[in-house]
């Protein structure tokens, strides 16, 4: 999926505390058609992703769209990628969490060290593999079509994984699951169930960030925008949403 419009949204939401002016950065590059993921990188660069069917490659560009470097990401597959999400210590991870018809059992989000820092043109990874522990049947019943996922952001020592809600007829209902951040084989453990609207074409969570100081984590879907304050990530409960 295209994320151009969570460039810029995302981009202003991390970078500066005036989160309802937009600015149009840049235009992608080319190699970015299907661009479905970014993280923010060193000296004003960004680093990407590309969708399911691409290469397995992270590409830095900067806020002038210019391209600066690919990095084949080794011991993985693009199955579908769909979101990226650093920790404080520069490490990047790739969700390959994309299940449009909820029926994968190889979902995985892939660890690399801090990219800046990457010299050649390749860069390692190590597997975090997750698993839904209320998935019963691949795929379920279209009632229970929740088990997608395009968004993830990191906090303290997890990953937080956000479902993007496939049923029908359409629930509006949202689940957020946690796991560590370290290599491993995990069932994800789910921490809140929301609810954001009922109409699936503005309703479905398409991205997501959480603000530097962990205090807000805005929601994208396709046009809409729901920004949680105060958050306790325990169990996801929140003072209010904008």
């Excluded at 690919?70 to 520069?90: C, M, P, T």
Aim: glycine fraction near 6%; charge should be positive.
């Amino acid at each position: 999926m295209n994320k151009v419009l969570s460039l810029i949204v995302i981009c202003t939401f991390v970078c500066c505390s005036n989160y309802g002016q937009l600015t149009k950065l840049t235009k992608l590059p080319k190699v970015l058609k299907e661009n479905s993921g970014m993280a923010i990188g060193k000296d004003s660069t960004l680093w990407f992703i590309n969708d399911s069917g691409n290469e397995d490659v992270l590409y830095q560009i900067n806020f002038k769209g210019k391209l600066l470097k690919e990095l084949k990401v080794k011991n993985a597959e693009n199955r579908d990628w769909e979101d990226l999400s650093r920790d404080l210590e520069g490490n990047l991870y790739i969700s390959d969490l994309g299940n449009n018809e909820n029926k994968r059992k190889d979902l995985v989000i892939y660890k690399t060290s801090n990219p800046d820092n990457e010299k050649g043109e390749k860069i390692a990874s190590e597997k975090i593999e997750i698993s839904y522990p209320d998935q019963k049947d691949f795929p379920p019943k279209k009632k229970n079509l929740k088990f997608d996922s395009e968004a993830i952001f990191h906090a303290g020592n997890k990953l937080y994984v956000i479902t993007k809600n496939r049923s029908k007829p359409f629930s509006g209902k949202t689940n957020i699951y946690a796991v560590p951040d370290e290599p491993g084989k995990y069932k994800a453990t789910l921490i809140n169930t929301i609810e954001t609207c009922k109409e699936a074409s503005f309703c479905q969570i398409t991205a997501c960030d959480i603000s530097p100081d962990g205090k807000k984590i805005v929601f994208l879907s396709y046009g809409r925008l729901w920004v949680y304050s105060n958050i306790k990530l325990a169990n996801f409960s929140y003072d209010h949403v904008n």
